[in-house]
Protein backbone atom coordinates (compact mmCIF):
# COMPACT_ATOMS: atom_id res chain seq x y z
CA UNK A 1 0.00 0.00 0.00
CA UNK A 2 1.89 3.11 -1.14
CA UNK A 3 -1.02 5.86 0.12
CA UNK A 4 -2.02 5.85 3.46
CA UNK A 5 -6.06 5.09 3.71
CA UNK A 6 -8.20 7.95 4.80
CA UNK A 7 -10.36 6.13 7.01
CA UNK A 8 -6.93 5.44 9.35
CA UNK A 9 -6.82 9.10 10.49
CA UNK A 10 -10.67 9.66 9.99
CA UNK A 11 -13.05 10.20 12.85
CA UNK A 12 -16.50 8.90 12.59
CA UNK A 13 -19.49 10.28 13.77
CA UNK A 14 -22.73 8.71 14.39
CA UNK A 15 -25.92 9.84 14.15
CA UNK A 16 -29.29 8.14 14.59
CA UNK A 17 -31.68 10.29 12.78
CA UNK A 18 -34.76 9.41 14.63
CA UNK A 19 -33.36 11.13 17.93
CA UNK A 20 -30.89 13.50 16.29
CA UNK A 21 -32.66 16.70 15.14
CA UNK A 22 -36.34 17.47 14.09
CA UNK A 23 -37.10 20.39 11.19
CA UNK A 24 -40.73 20.44 11.16
CA UNK A 25 -42.36 19.59 14.60
CA UNK A 26 -43.56 15.98 14.32
CA UNK A 27 -41.65 15.38 16.84
CA UNK A 28 -39.31 12.65 14.68
CA UNK A 29 -35.87 13.27 13.32
CA UNK A 30 -35.16 13.82 10.19
CA UNK A 31 -32.56 14.71 6.82
CA UNK A 32 -33.33 18.50 6.92
CA UNK A 33 -32.69 18.18 10.96
CA UNK A 34 -29.09 16.73 10.03
CA UNK A 35 -28.61 18.93 7.60
CA UNK A 36 -28.86 21.93 10.06
CA UNK A 37 -26.67 20.70 12.62
CA UNK A 38 -23.41 20.00 9.79
CA UNK A 39 -22.04 23.14 10.58
CA UNK A 40 -22.26 22.02 14.64
CA UNK A 41 -19.98 18.94 12.95
CA UNK A 42 -18.00 20.67 11.17
CA UNK A 43 -16.58 23.04 14.20
CA UNK A 44 -16.43 19.15 16.36
CA UNK A 45 -14.10 18.11 13.61
CA UNK A 46 -15.22 14.79 12.63
CA UNK A 47 -14.66 13.42 9.06
CA UNK A 48 -17.08 10.93 8.41
CA UNK A 49 -21.18 10.69 9.45
CA UNK A 50 -22.31 7.16 9.97
CA UNK A 51 -26.23 7.56 9.36
CA UNK A 52 -28.48 4.94 11.05
CA UNK A 53 -30.68 3.49 8.87
CA UNK A 54 -32.93 6.05 6.87
CA UNK A 55 -34.55 3.75 4.35
CA UNK A 56 -38.42 3.11 3.45
CA UNK A 57 -39.39 1.22 6.89
CA UNK A 58 -42.34 0.31 9.24
CA UNK A 59 -39.86 0.74 12.14
CA UNK A 60 -40.44 -2.72 14.31
CA UNK A 61 -36.95 -1.69 14.94
CA UNK A 62 -36.58 2.02 13.90
CA UNK A 63 -35.12 1.10 10.61
CA UNK A 64 -33.59 -1.80 11.23
CA UNK A 65 -36.20 -3.78 9.46
CA UNK A 66 -36.21 -2.38 5.61
CA UNK A 67 -39.13 -2.75 3.63
CA UNK A 68 -37.48 -0.75 0.65
CA UNK A 69 -33.59 -0.33 0.20
CA UNK A 70 -33.77 2.68 -2.59
CA UNK A 71 -36.36 4.37 -0.85
CA UNK A 72 -36.16 6.81 1.90
CA UNK A 73 -38.31 6.78 5.05
CA UNK A 74 -40.74 9.14 4.54
CA UNK A 75 -40.38 10.38 8.08
CA UNK A 76 -37.01 11.66 7.20
CA UNK A 77 -37.81 13.18 3.68
CA UNK A 78 -36.65 12.39 0.73
CA UNK A 79 -34.43 11.53 -1.94
CA UNK A 80 -33.76 15.01 -2.63
CA UNK A 81 -32.93 15.52 0.66
CA UNK A 82 -30.26 12.97 1.23
CA UNK A 83 -28.86 14.05 -2.04
CA UNK A 84 -28.56 17.72 -0.51
CA UNK A 85 -27.30 15.99 2.87
CA UNK A 86 -24.60 14.42 0.60
CA UNK A 87 -23.56 17.32 -1.22
CA UNK A 88 -23.62 19.57 2.01
CA UNK A 89 -21.45 17.69 3.98
CA UNK A 90 -19.23 17.06 1.45
CA UNK A 91 -18.70 21.25 1.30
CA UNK A 92 -17.90 20.58 5.07
CA UNK A 93 -14.73 17.61 3.97
CA UNK A 94 -17.41 14.89 5.23
CA UNK A 95 -18.43 11.73 3.75
CA UNK A 96 -21.75 9.87 4.60
CA UNK A 97 -21.52 6.08 5.57
CA UNK A 98 -24.64 4.24 5.26
CA UNK A 99 -25.75 1.77 7.16
CA UNK A 100 -26.78 -1.71 5.35
CA UNK A 101 -28.46 -4.41 6.63
CA UNK A 102 -28.68 -7.58 4.80
CA UNK A 103 -28.47 -10.57 7.00
CA UNK A 104 -32.84 -9.36 6.89
CA UNK A 105 -35.24 -6.92 5.32
CA UNK A 106 -38.72 -6.03 6.92
CA UNK A 107 -41.57 -8.67 6.29
CA UNK A 108 -43.49 -5.85 4.28
CA UNK A 109 -40.34 -5.92 1.67
CA UNK A 110 -41.73 -6.96 -1.83
CA UNK A 111 -39.27 -9.55 -1.68
CA UNK A 112 -41.23 -11.34 1.49
CA UNK A 113 -44.37 -10.69 0.27
CA UNK A 114 -43.92 -12.70 -2.75
CA UNK A 115 -41.80 -15.51 -0.79
CA UNK A 116 -44.67 -16.24 1.66
CA UNK A 117 -47.50 -16.42 -0.39
CA UNK A 118 -46.23 -19.37 -2.34
CA UNK A 119 -43.75 -22.11 -1.99
CA UNK A 120 -43.21 -21.81 -5.49
CA UNK A 121 -42.84 -18.19 -5.45
CA UNK A 122 -39.62 -16.73 -7.47
CA UNK A 123 -38.63 -15.39 -4.53
CA UNK A 124 -38.93 -18.28 -2.15
CA UNK A 125 -35.67 -19.24 -1.72
CA UNK A 126 -34.68 -15.64 -0.90
CA UNK A 127 -35.25 -16.18 2.69
CA UNK A 128 -35.13 -19.18 5.08
CA UNK A 129 -38.11 -21.84 5.18
CA UNK A 130 -38.01 -24.78 6.89
CA UNK A 131 -41.17 -27.49 7.10
CA UNK A 132 -42.75 -27.85 10.14
CA UNK A 133 -41.60 -31.10 12.10
CA UNK A 134 -44.77 -32.67 14.01
CA UNK A 135 -46.22 -28.98 14.38
CA UNK A 136 -42.53 -27.63 15.99
CA UNK A 137 -40.28 -24.75 14.97
CA UNK A 138 -37.06 -26.59 12.73
CA UNK A 139 -35.11 -26.21 15.60
CA UNK A 140 -34.61 -24.70 19.34
CA UNK A 141 -32.99 -21.45 18.72
CA UNK A 142 -34.24 -18.54 20.55
CA UNK A 143 -34.26 -15.21 18.78
CA UNK A 144 -32.23 -12.24 19.72
CA UNK A 145 -35.44 -10.28 20.57
CA UNK A 146 -37.04 -13.45 22.69
CA UNK A 147 -39.32 -15.87 21.88
CA UNK A 148 -38.58 -18.28 19.09
CA UNK A 149 -36.11 -17.51 15.95
CA UNK A 150 -38.81 -19.51 13.84
CA UNK A 151 -42.35 -17.82 12.81
CA UNK A 152 -44.93 -20.42 11.84
CA UNK A 153 -46.90 -19.89 7.98
CA UNK A 154 -49.97 -21.87 8.13
CA UNK A 155 -50.50 -21.00 4.35
CA UNK A 156 -47.42 -22.94 3.58
CA UNK A 157 -47.32 -25.17 6.46
CA UNK A 158 -43.73 -23.86 7.02
CA UNK A 159 -41.46 -21.73 9.12
CA UNK A 160 -39.32 -18.86 8.33
CA UNK A 161 -36.22 -18.09 10.52
CA UNK A 162 -35.89 -14.63 12.20
CA UNK A 163 -32.97 -13.57 14.21
CA UNK A 164 -34.37 -10.72 15.27
CA UNK A 165 -37.54 -9.68 15.72
CA UNK A 166 -40.79 -11.57 13.87
CA UNK A 167 -41.00 -8.95 11.40
CA UNK A 168 -37.02 -8.89 10.42
CA UNK A 169 -37.20 -12.59 8.55
CA UNK A 170 -33.44 -13.60 7.69
CA UNK A 171 -32.55 -12.98 4.08
CA UNK A 172 -31.05 -16.32 2.83
CA UNK A 173 -27.31 -15.45 1.20
CA UNK A 174 -27.02 -19.37 -0.21
CA UNK A 175 -29.21 -18.28 -2.82
CA UNK A 176 -27.34 -16.35 -5.50
CA UNK A 177 -30.06 -14.36 -7.32
CA UNK A 178 -30.05 -12.45 -3.59
CA UNK A 179 -26.55 -11.81 -3.28
CA UNK A 180 -26.46 -10.12 -6.81
CA UNK A 181 -29.70 -7.73 -6.10
CA UNK A 182 -27.95 -6.73 -2.89
CA UNK A 183 -24.61 -5.86 -4.71
CA UNK A 184 -26.58 -3.89 -7.09
CA UNK A 185 -28.56 -2.10 -4.66
CA UNK A 186 -24.72 -1.07 -2.87
CA UNK A 187 -23.65 -0.13 -6.02
CA UNK A 188 -26.92 2.47 -6.85
CA UNK A 189 -25.86 4.35 -3.43
CA UNK A 190 -22.09 3.98 -3.84
CA UNK A 191 -22.86 6.12 -7.27
CA UNK A 192 -25.09 8.68 -5.16
CA UNK A 193 -21.68 9.64 -3.37
CA UNK A 194 -21.55 7.96 -0.01
CA UNK A 195 -18.72 7.23 1.98
CA UNK A 196 -19.24 3.74 2.34
CA UNK A 197 -20.95 0.91 4.80
CA UNK A 198 -21.24 0.34 8.36
CA UNK A 199 -22.39 -3.39 7.90
CA UNK A 200 -25.17 -4.32 10.37
CA UNK A 201 -24.68 -7.83 12.24
CA UNK A 202 -22.35 -9.00 8.54
CA UNK A 203 -20.94 -12.12 10.23
CA UNK A 204 -24.58 -13.79 10.75
CA UNK A 205 -24.88 -13.64 7.03
CA UNK A 206 -23.84 -17.29 6.67
CA UNK A 207 -25.57 -20.26 8.22
CA UNK A 208 -24.84 -23.98 8.93
CA UNK A 209 -27.14 -25.41 6.38
CA UNK A 210 -28.03 -27.90 8.56
CA UNK A 211 -28.96 -25.60 11.26
CA UNK A 212 -28.37 -27.95 14.57
CA UNK A 213 -30.19 -27.57 18.08
CA UNK A 214 -27.96 -25.20 20.04
CA UNK A 215 -27.44 -25.50 23.69
CA UNK A 216 -29.74 -24.44 26.34
CA UNK A 217 -28.33 -22.42 28.72
CA UNK A 218 -28.82 -22.32 32.48
CA UNK A 219 -32.25 -20.25 33.12
CA UNK A 220 -32.84 -20.20 29.26
CA UNK A 221 -35.90 -21.13 27.34
CA UNK A 222 -34.19 -21.45 23.78
CA UNK A 223 -31.65 -22.88 22.36
CA UNK A 224 -28.08 -20.96 21.38
CA UNK A 225 -27.78 -21.05 17.74
CA UNK A 226 -24.74 -18.56 17.73
CA UNK A 227 -22.03 -21.07 16.81
CA UNK A 228 -24.05 -22.07 13.07
CA UNK A 229 -24.94 -18.59 12.12
CA UNK A 230 -21.96 -16.10 13.74
CA UNK A 231 -18.99 -16.14 11.44
CA UNK A 232 -20.56 -19.12 9.73
CA UNK A 233 -18.87 -21.60 7.31
CA UNK A 234 -19.33 -19.06 4.20
CA UNK A 235 -18.91 -15.49 5.70
CA UNK A 236 -15.44 -14.85 4.07
CA UNK A 237 -16.95 -16.02 0.27
CA UNK A 238 -19.82 -13.75 0.84
CA UNK A 239 -17.31 -10.99 1.91
CA UNK A 240 -14.84 -11.41 -0.69
CA UNK A 241 -17.62 -11.78 -3.43
CA UNK A 242 -19.26 -8.42 -2.38
CA UNK A 243 -15.64 -6.86 -2.19
CA UNK A 244 -14.89 -8.01 -5.88
CA UNK A 245 -18.22 -6.95 -7.30
CA UNK A 246 -18.78 -3.99 -5.55
CA UNK A 247 -16.61 -2.15 -2.78
CA UNK A 248 -13.11 -2.72 -4.55
CA UNK A 249 -14.34 -0.23 -7.50
CA UNK A 250 -14.67 2.67 -4.09
CA UNK A 251 -12.57 4.73 -2.20
CA UNK A 252 -15.05 4.37 0.99
CA UNK A 253 -15.02 3.31 4.56
CA UNK A 254 -16.36 -0.59 5.59
CA UNK A 255 -16.99 -1.22 8.71
CA UNK A 256 -18.88 -4.44 9.58
CA UNK A 257 -20.78 -4.70 13.32
CA UNK A 258 -20.00 -8.41 14.57
CA UNK A 259 -20.99 -9.94 17.47
CA UNK A 260 -19.37 -13.26 18.74
CA UNK A 261 -15.94 -12.42 16.42
CA UNK A 262 -12.92 -12.49 17.95
CA UNK A 263 -9.76 -10.74 17.28
CA UNK A 264 -8.42 -13.94 15.41
CA UNK A 265 -11.18 -13.77 13.36
CA UNK A 266 -11.34 -10.13 13.24
CA UNK A 267 -7.45 -10.23 11.63
CA UNK A 268 -9.20 -12.30 8.85
CA UNK A 269 -12.04 -9.88 8.35
CA UNK A 270 -9.75 -6.87 8.48
CA UNK A 271 -6.03 -8.17 6.63
CA UNK A 272 -6.17 -5.75 3.57
CA UNK A 273 -4.60 -9.25 1.99
CA UNK A 274 -8.15 -10.83 2.03
CA UNK A 275 -10.10 -7.52 0.32
CA UNK A 276 -13.06 -8.26 3.06
CA UNK A 277 -13.61 -5.12 5.43
CA UNK A 278 -11.89 -2.15 6.91
CA UNK A 279 -12.64 -2.99 10.20
CA UNK A 280 -15.00 -4.42 12.62
CA UNK A 281 -17.08 -3.16 15.70
CA UNK A 282 -16.47 -6.08 18.38
CA UNK A 283 -18.59 -6.54 21.58
CA UNK A 284 -16.33 -7.90 23.33
CA UNK A 285 -15.38 -4.85 25.86
CA UNK A 286 -19.13 -4.16 25.60
CA UNK A 287 -19.87 -7.68 27.23
CA UNK A 288 -17.50 -7.51 29.97
CA UNK A 289 -20.45 -6.03 32.14
CA UNK A 290 -23.05 -8.63 31.31
CA UNK A 291 -23.22 -12.70 32.75
CA UNK A 292 -22.06 -14.99 30.15
CA UNK A 293 -25.33 -15.59 28.47
CA UNK A 294 -27.55 -12.53 29.07
CA UNK A 295 -27.00 -8.95 28.54
CA UNK A 296 -29.87 -8.57 31.14
CA UNK A 297 -27.84 -10.32 33.65
CA UNK A 298 -25.91 -6.69 34.94
CA UNK A 299 -22.47 -7.51 36.70
CA UNK A 300 -19.84 -4.80 38.01
CA UNK A 301 -17.07 -3.61 35.28
CA UNK A 302 -13.59 -5.28 36.65
CA UNK A 303 -11.19 -2.75 34.74
CA UNK A 304 -8.38 -5.23 34.68
CA UNK A 305 -10.58 -7.42 32.54
CA UNK A 306 -10.82 -4.26 30.05
CA UNK A 307 -7.84 -3.46 29.51
CA UNK A 308 -6.63 -7.01 28.63
CA UNK A 309 -9.55 -7.14 26.78
CA UNK A 310 -8.11 -4.02 24.75
CA UNK A 311 -4.63 -4.77 24.57
CA UNK A 312 -5.99 -8.00 23.08
CA UNK A 313 -7.53 -5.99 20.36
CA UNK A 314 -4.57 -3.38 19.81
CA UNK A 315 -1.46 -6.21 19.33
CA UNK A 316 -4.23 -8.69 17.14
CA UNK A 317 -4.76 -6.06 14.74
CA UNK A 318 -1.28 -3.63 14.98
CA UNK A 319 -0.17 -3.97 11.08
CA UNK A 320 -2.06 -6.65 10.02
CA UNK A 321 -5.60 -5.23 10.25
CA UNK A 322 -7.30 -2.36 11.55
CA UNK A 323 -9.34 -1.35 14.96
CA UNK A 324 -12.52 0.64 15.39
CA UNK A 325 -12.85 2.29 18.50
CA UNK A 326 -16.30 3.01 20.34
CA UNK A 327 -17.82 3.05 23.62
CA UNK A 328 -21.60 3.43 22.55
CA UNK A 329 -23.89 3.50 19.96
CA UNK A 330 -27.95 3.42 19.69
CA UNK A 331 -27.47 -0.13 21.16
CA UNK A 332 -25.52 0.49 23.95
CA UNK A 333 -25.69 2.46 27.54
CA UNK A 334 -24.37 5.99 27.94
CA UNK A 335 -20.79 5.34 28.97
CA UNK A 336 -20.81 8.12 31.15
CA UNK A 337 -23.26 6.30 33.18
CA UNK A 338 -21.75 3.17 32.35
CA UNK A 339 -18.19 2.84 32.99
CA UNK A 340 -17.53 6.66 33.79
CA UNK A 341 -19.37 8.83 36.99
CA UNK A 342 -22.50 10.65 35.77
CA UNK A 343 -23.07 11.65 39.37
CA UNK A 344 -20.29 13.20 40.75
CA UNK A 345 -17.78 13.12 38.36
CA UNK A 346 -19.43 13.26 34.73
CA UNK A 347 -17.52 16.06 32.98
CA UNK A 348 -14.36 14.78 34.68
CA UNK A 349 -14.96 11.30 33.44
CA UNK A 350 -16.56 11.68 30.09
CA UNK A 351 -13.13 13.58 29.12
CA UNK A 352 -11.24 10.76 30.74
CA UNK A 353 -13.13 8.32 28.67
CA UNK A 354 -12.50 9.84 25.34
CA UNK A 355 -8.81 10.27 26.03
CA UNK A 356 -8.43 6.84 26.97
CA UNK A 357 -10.31 5.51 23.76
CA UNK A 358 -8.83 8.11 21.25
CA UNK A 359 -5.54 7.48 22.18
CA UNK A 360 -5.56 3.91 21.28
CA UNK A 361 -4.79 2.34 17.41
CA UNK A 362 -8.01 2.64 15.41
CA UNK A 363 -10.83 4.77 13.67
CA UNK A 364 -12.70 6.69 16.60
CA UNK A 365 -16.43 6.56 16.88
CA UNK A 366 -18.35 9.31 18.59
CA UNK A 367 -22.13 8.16 19.12
CA UNK A 368 -24.62 11.51 19.11
CA UNK A 369 -24.78 13.15 22.58
CA UNK A 370 -21.47 11.82 23.82
CA UNK A 371 -19.27 14.93 23.22
CA UNK A 372 -21.96 16.39 25.95
CA UNK A 373 -21.36 13.61 28.02
CA UNK A 374 -25.30 12.90 27.66
CA UNK A 375 -26.13 10.20 30.06
CA UNK A 376 -28.76 7.09 30.56
CA UNK A 377 -32.34 7.54 31.41
CA UNK A 378 -34.76 6.27 33.89
CA UNK A 379 -38.37 6.19 32.69
CA UNK A 380 -40.66 4.47 35.68
CA UNK A 381 -43.38 3.20 33.39
CA UNK A 382 -42.46 0.55 30.76
CA UNK A 383 -45.14 2.02 28.34
CA UNK A 384 -42.34 5.03 28.04
CA UNK A 385 -39.90 2.50 26.47
CA UNK A 386 -39.95 2.35 22.50
CA UNK A 387 -36.93 -0.05 21.61
CA UNK A 388 -38.49 -2.93 20.70
CA UNK A 389 -35.66 -5.48 22.48
CA UNK A 390 -36.20 -4.07 26.03
CA UNK A 391 -40.10 -4.11 25.36
CA UNK A 392 -40.24 -8.27 24.27
CA UNK A 393 -37.81 -8.28 26.96
CA UNK A 394 -39.80 -7.12 29.89
CA UNK A 395 -43.51 -9.10 28.68
CA UNK A 396 -40.92 -12.41 28.49
CA UNK A 397 -39.91 -12.14 32.12
CA UNK A 398 -42.76 -10.43 33.14
CA UNK A 399 -44.66 -13.86 32.27
CA UNK A 400 -42.17 -15.76 33.85
CA UNK A 401 -43.18 -14.06 37.03
CA UNK A 402 -40.20 -11.96 37.43
CA UNK A 403 -40.92 -8.63 39.35
CA UNK A 404 -40.82 -5.45 37.84
CA UNK A 405 -38.49 -3.43 39.48
CA UNK A 406 -35.96 -5.87 38.94
CA UNK A 407 -36.70 -5.64 35.43
CA UNK A 408 -36.54 -2.22 35.37
CA UNK A 409 -32.80 -2.16 37.32
CA UNK A 410 -31.83 -4.10 34.10
CA UNK A 411 -33.57 -1.87 31.71
CA UNK A 412 -31.87 1.31 33.47
CA UNK A 413 -28.56 0.01 33.30
CA UNK A 414 -28.44 -1.46 30.09
CA UNK A 415 -31.84 -0.71 27.53
CA UNK A 416 -30.84 0.43 24.18
CA UNK A 417 -33.41 3.44 24.66
CA UNK A 418 -30.66 4.96 27.03
CA UNK A 419 -29.00 5.97 23.86
CA UNK A 420 -31.88 7.03 21.67
CA UNK A 421 -33.28 9.75 23.97
CA UNK A 422 -33.44 13.05 21.52
CA UNK A 423 -30.37 14.77 21.45
CA UNK A 424 -29.90 17.96 23.88
CA UNK A 425 -29.53 21.12 21.65
CA UNK A 426 -30.80 23.65 24.33
CA UNK A 427 -31.78 23.93 27.75
CA UNK A 428 -35.21 23.32 26.86
CA UNK A 429 -34.64 20.64 24.79
CA UNK A 430 -34.36 22.07 21.44
CA UNK A 431 -35.08 18.86 19.49
CA UNK A 432 -38.47 19.36 18.24
CA UNK A 433 -41.03 22.16 18.75
CA UNK A 434 -43.68 19.24 18.79
CA UNK A 435 -43.95 15.85 21.35
CA UNK A 436 -40.83 13.81 20.60
CA UNK A 437 -41.77 10.41 19.83
CA UNK A 438 -39.31 9.14 23.08
CA UNK A 439 -39.16 11.23 26.05
CA UNK A 440 -36.12 14.08 26.36
CA UNK A 441 -34.05 12.99 29.57
CA UNK A 442 -35.06 15.10 32.34
CA UNK A 443 -31.31 16.57 32.55
CA UNK A 444 -31.55 19.01 29.00
CA UNK A 445 -31.08 21.65 31.24
CA UNK A 446 -27.82 21.10 33.10
CA UNK A 447 -26.32 18.97 29.65
CA UNK A 448 -27.17 20.59 26.45
CA UNK A 449 -25.20 21.90 23.14
CA UNK A 450 -25.70 25.49 23.78
CA UNK A 451 -23.62 25.26 27.24
CA UNK A 452 -21.02 22.95 26.05
CA UNK A 453 -20.41 25.40 23.37
CA UNK A 454 -20.14 28.15 25.48
CA UNK A 455 -17.49 27.05 28.04
CA UNK A 456 -14.17 26.22 26.21
CA UNK A 457 -13.16 23.56 29.29
CA UNK A 458 -16.16 20.94 27.99
CA UNK A 459 -15.91 17.52 27.38
CA UNK A 460 -17.14 18.79 23.18
CA UNK A 461 -13.86 20.67 23.60
CA UNK A 462 -12.25 17.59 24.72
CA UNK A 463 -13.54 15.72 21.74
CA UNK A 464 -12.76 18.37 19.56
CA UNK A 465 -9.00 18.27 20.44
CA UNK A 466 -9.00 14.49 19.91
CA UNK A 467 -10.04 14.82 16.57
CA UNK A 468 -7.30 17.51 15.75
CA UNK A 469 -4.13 15.67 17.68
CA UNK A 470 -5.16 12.52 15.49
CA UNK A 471 -4.97 15.27 11.76
CA UNK A 472 -1.22 15.93 13.42
CA UNK A 473 0.47 13.12 14.93
CA UNK A 474 1.51 10.13 12.97
CA UNK A 475 2.24 8.24 16.50
CA UNK A 476 -1.82 7.99 16.89
CA UNK A 477 -2.94 6.36 13.52
CA UNK A 478 1.14 4.11 13.92
CA UNK A 479 2.20 3.82 17.07
CA UNK A 480 2.20 0.53 18.83
CA UNK A 481 0.50 -0.10 22.03
CA UNK A 482 2.19 -1.19 25.14
CA UNK A 483 -0.05 -2.19 28.41
CA UNK A 484 1.28 -0.90 31.54
CA UNK A 485 0.62 -1.90 34.92
CA UNK A 486 -1.91 -4.56 34.05
CA UNK A 487 -3.12 -5.71 37.27
CA UNK A 488 -3.89 -1.78 38.47
CA UNK A 489 -7.81 -2.42 39.43
CA UNK A 490 -8.30 1.38 39.13
CA UNK A 491 -5.53 3.07 36.76
CA UNK A 492 -5.22 2.51 33.19
CA UNK A 493 -1.97 3.11 31.75
CA UNK A 494 -0.17 2.56 28.21
CA UNK A 495 2.12 3.90 25.96
CA UNK A 496 2.68 4.33 22.31
CA UNK A 497 5.34 4.49 20.68
CA UNK A 498 6.28 5.63 16.87
CA UNK A 499 9.98 6.29 15.55
CA UNK A 500 11.37 8.25 17.73
CA UNK A 501 8.65 9.51 19.94
CA UNK A 502 6.92 7.96 22.97
CA UNK A 503 3.43 9.18 24.40
CA UNK A 504 2.30 7.96 28.12
CA UNK A 505 -1.39 7.75 28.16
CA UNK A 506 -2.67 7.69 31.94
CA UNK A 507 -6.58 7.34 32.61
CA UNK A 508 -8.30 6.85 36.52
CA UNK A 509 -11.43 4.95 36.03
CA UNK A 510 -12.06 5.35 40.00
CA UNK A 511 -13.00 8.11 42.14
CA UNK A 512 -9.84 7.24 44.37
CA UNK A 513 -6.76 9.02 44.25
CA UNK A 514 -4.41 6.94 43.01
CA UNK A 515 -0.22 7.08 42.85
CA UNK A 516 1.86 6.48 39.65
CA UNK A 517 5.68 5.39 40.20
CA UNK A 518 7.56 6.60 37.57
CA UNK A 519 9.59 3.95 38.00
CA UNK A 520 7.12 1.77 36.37
CA UNK A 521 8.25 3.89 33.07
CA UNK A 522 11.61 4.63 31.36
CA UNK A 523 11.38 8.20 31.76
CA UNK A 524 14.16 9.60 29.62
CA UNK A 525 14.63 11.68 32.56
CA UNK A 526 11.98 14.11 31.70
CA UNK A 527 8.50 14.72 32.87
CA UNK A 528 7.29 14.93 29.08
CA UNK A 529 4.85 17.50 27.40
CA UNK A 530 1.71 17.41 28.42
CA UNK A 531 -0.55 16.70 25.00
CA UNK A 532 -4.50 16.82 26.55
CA UNK A 533 -5.40 16.36 29.84
CA UNK A 534 -8.73 16.48 31.86
CA UNK A 535 -7.43 18.53 35.22
CA UNK A 536 -4.91 21.54 34.88
CA UNK A 537 -1.18 20.26 34.72
CA UNK A 538 -0.54 16.72 36.01
CA UNK A 539 0.83 16.61 40.13
CA UNK A 540 4.32 15.32 40.34
CA UNK A 541 6.17 14.91 43.33
CA UNK A 542 9.98 13.28 42.73
CA UNK A 543 8.94 9.85 41.62
CA UNK A 544 5.19 9.69 42.39
CA UNK A 545 2.49 10.83 40.14
CA UNK A 546 -0.41 11.62 41.72
CA UNK A 547 -3.55 10.38 39.57
CA UNK A 548 -6.99 12.37 40.89
CA UNK A 549 -10.44 11.10 40.98
CA UNK A 550 -11.32 10.34 36.76
CA UNK A 551 -7.83 12.05 35.80
CA UNK A 552 -6.36 11.69 32.47
CA UNK A 553 -3.85 13.00 30.53
CA UNK A 554 -1.14 12.00 27.81
CA UNK A 555 2.63 12.86 27.91
CA UNK A 556 5.01 13.09 25.23
CA UNK A 557 8.36 12.20 25.92
O1 LIG B 1 -27.44 -5.00 16.29
C1 LIG B 1 -27.00 -6.31 16.38
C2 LIG B 1 -27.14 -6.93 17.67
O2 LIG B 1 -26.74 -8.06 17.85
C3 LIG B 1 -27.87 -6.15 18.65
O3 LIG B 1 -29.15 -6.62 18.67
C4 LIG B 1 -27.23 -6.23 19.95
O4 LIG B 1 -26.83 -7.51 20.25
C5 LIG B 1 -28.20 -5.81 20.96
O5 LIG B 1 -28.70 -4.55 20.65
C6 LIG B 1 -27.56 -5.74 22.26
O6 LIG B 1 -28.58 -5.82 23.12
C7 LIG B 1 -27.79 -4.53 15.05
C8 LIG B 1 -28.29 -3.10 15.16
O7 LIG B 1 -27.23 -2.30 15.62
C9 LIG B 1 -29.49 -3.08 16.04
O8 LIG B 1 -29.94 -1.78 16.28
C10 LIG B 1 -30.56 -3.88 15.37
O9 LIG B 1 -31.67 -3.96 16.20
C11 LIG B 1 -30.08 -5.28 15.04
O10 LIG B 1 -28.80 -5.31 14.43
C12 LIG B 1 -31.01 -5.90 14.02
O11 LIG B 1 -30.89 -5.25 12.80
CA1 LIG C 1 -39.51 15.51 11.57
Known amino acids: QLRESWWKRSVVYQIYPRSFMDSNGDGIGDLQGVISKLNYLEKLGVDVIWLSPVYDSPNDDNGYDIRDYQAIMQEFGTMKDFEQLIDEAKLRGIRIVMDLVVNHTSNEHAWFVESRSSKNSKYRDYYIWRDSKDEHPPNNWGSIFSGSAWEKEDATNSYYLHLFSKKQPDLNWEHEPLRNEIYKMMTYWLDKGIGGFRMDVINFISKDEKLPNGVVHSEQQYGDGSPYFMNGPKIHTYLQEMNEKVLRHYDVLTVGEMPGASPEEARIYTNSANQEVNMVFTFEHMDLDSGPHEKWDVQPLDLVELKLNLEKWQHALHQIGWNSLYWNNHDQPRIVSRFGNDKDYREVSAKMLAICLHMLQGT????????????????????????????????????????????????????????????????????????????????????????????ESSIFYTYQKLIKLRKEHDIITNGSFQLLLPNHPNLFVYKRQFEEEEWLIVANFSKEMEQFDWNVYDRRNDNGKVIIANYETPEIEGDIMIVRPYEAFVLAF
Open 364 to 455: PYIYQGEELGMTNVRFENISDYRDIETLNMYKEKRQQGIAHESIMESIYAKGRDNARTPMQWTVDGGFTTGTPWIEMNTNTAKINAEQVLAD
